[in-house]
C-alpha cells in the first residue's frame, strides 16, 4: 500500500489540469442549487463524488491536493480489493496477488491521479462485493447494512455500478430462494429504505439522459444552452486551476 502511495504521489500535480478535472472542480465550487441543475442538465454522472470534492476544497483547492483524494481512494481500494479477496480464496498470498494485480494495471494508476469519480468508484465496488460475500456467509443484519449503504453510495458516484448491483441483486434473490429465514422484518426494512433513498438518484438519472442521444453519444443541447452553461461556469475559475502556459 506504501509502494503504490508513494508512486502515484510523486509528481502528482506535474500535468497541468485537464477539461474534464476542470468542469468538476469549477461546478463543485458552485452552490449545491447550482450543482444540482448542472447535473441534471449537462452532466451524466451522479452527484456523489461532486459533494466529495466539495467538501475537499474547503481544506484546499490546489491541483495536488484535490488529486491526492483520488490517490487516497484508491489506496483504500487496494486494501479492500485485498480483503475481497481473502474472503474469496481463503489464501493470503492469492489476495496479496490480486491486490498487487491491480496496483499495477494502467487503468487504475491513471484513474487514481484525476479529479474523476472512478477511484471512488473502484472502493466502493469493492466494498461492496466484499459485504455481499460477507453476508452470503454470516446472514448477519450488520454485512447487510454495509452492503446496502456501500451499494448506495456506489450507485451516487457512478452509474457503472449498476452493473455490479444488479449482479448482487441476483445473488440476493438466490439467497432469499434458498434461506427464507434470513428475511427478517429488520432486513426487508433495511432493503425498502435503501431503494426509497435511491429514487431522487433514478429520477436525476432520468432527467440526465433525457436529452442523450444513443446514436451520437452526446447530449442533443442546443448551442445556446452550452455557451451559457460555459459562461457561468467561467464565473467560477479559480486562479490556482487555471491550466500552465506551456
Known amino acids: 500500500l506504501l509502494a503504490a502511495f508513494l508512486d502515484r504521489v510523486l509528481s502528482l500535480d506535474y500535468?497541468?489540469?485537464?477539461i474534464d478535472e476542470f468542469l468538476v472542480v469549477l461546478s463543485a465550487n458552485k452552490p449545491l442549487s447550482y450543482l444540482y441543475a448542472w447535473n441534471r442538465e449537462f452532466e451524466l454522472h451522479p452527484l456523489g463524488f461532486y459533494l466529495l470534492v466539495k467538501a475537499a476544497m474547503s481544506f484546499g483547492d490546489s491541483v495536488f491536493w484535490l488529486r491526492l483524494v483520488s490517490v487516497l481512494l484508491t489506496v483504500a481500494a487496494l486494501?479492500?480489493?485485498?480483503?475481497?479477496?481473502?474472503?474469496c480464496f481463503a489464501d493470503r498470498h492469492a489476495a496479496l496477488f490480486t491486490a498487487a494485480v491491480l496496483a499495477v494495471l494502467t487503468i487504475d494508476y491513471d484513474n487514481s491521479r484525476n479529479i474523476r469519480p472512478y477511484?471512488?468508484?473502484?472502493?466502493?465496488c469493492a466494498l461492496q462485493l466484499l459485504f455481499f460475500w460477507?453476508?452470503?456467509?454470516?446472514?448477519?443484519?450488520g454485512d447487510l447494512f454495509a452492503?446496502?449503504?456501500?451499494?448506495?453510495?456506489?450507485?451516487?458516484?457512478?452509474?457503472?455500478?449498476?452493473?455490479?448491483?444488479?449482479?448482487?441483486?441476483?445473488?440476493?434473490?438466490?439467497i432469499a430462494a434458498r434461506e427464507r429465514s434470513v428475511w427478517t422484518i429488520r432486513n426487508g426494512c433495511l432493503v425498502l429504505a435503501v431503494l426509497a433513498c435511491?429514487?431522487?438518484?433514478?429520477?436525476?438519472?432520468k432527467g440526465q439522459f433525457a436529452n442523450w442521444d444513443g446514436n451520437t453519444g452526446v447530449k442533443t443541447l442546443s448551442l445556446d444552452a452550452v455557451a451559457s452553461w460555459w459562461a457561468r461556469l467561467q464565473e467560477v475559475a479559480s486562479p490556482s486551476l487555471a491550466?500552465?502556459?506551456?
Open 134 to 141: 460477507r453476508f452470503s456467509r454470516s446472514k448477519a443484519t
Open 198 to 205: 435511491a429514487v431522487p438518484t433514478l429520477l436525476l438519472a
Open 147 to 174: 452492503f446496502l449503504l456501500f451499494s448506495y453510495l456506489a450507485l451516487n458516484t457512478h452509474y457503472f455500478s449498476i452493473f455490479p448491483l444488479a449482479a448482487s441483486g441476483v445473488g440476493l434473490l438466490a
Open 119 to 124: 477511484a471512488a468508484l473502484l472502493l466502493l
Open 243 to 246: 491550466p500552465r502556459s506551456g
Open 79 to 87: 486494501w479492500a480489493t485485498y480483503k475481497l479477496a481473502l474472503q
Open 15 to 18: 500535468a497541468s489540469i485537464w
